[in-house]
């Protein structure tokens, strides 16, 4: 990031929240903080790069599978205690 903005955010905390990015499930506000850092941080972008890459291999080579609904299941607590513990998480 430059050291001219007012709000420096982290590397890791951007990192975090790709996936959130990814499927724009952030606030708006979220996703301009997280567009402005990727634009400026090659290394963040690089990743972020990957987990874009990574996405649309798994859509391509599984859009015709359906996840078991245990899986499902679990993964909506794990989602749940996610956003529990951290509820802005919801709306960055």
């Known amino acids: 990031m430059t050291g001219g903005e007012q709000r420096s955010v982290d590397c890791r905390e951007v990192l975090a929240e790709v996936y959130f990015y990814l499927d ?3 606030a708006d ?3 301009v ?3 402005q850092h990727l ?3 090659s290394p963040c972008l690089a990743e972020y790069g ?3 890459d990574v996405r649309a291999l798994v859509q391509r080579c599984c859009k015709q599978e359906k996840a078991p ?3 499902k ?3 909506k607590a794990k989602l749940e205690l996610l956003t ?3 509820p802005s998480r919801l709306t960055r």
């Open 73 to 75: 299941l679990r993964l």
């Open 39 to 41: 634009a400026e941080c």
């Open 84 to 86: 529990a513990a951290d």
């Open 24 to 26: 724009a499930e952030c």
């Open 29 to 31: 506000a979220r996703r």
């Open 50 to 52: 990957i987990e874009q």
């Open 33 to 35: 903080i997280i567009k």
């Open 69 to 71: 609904e245990e899986i």
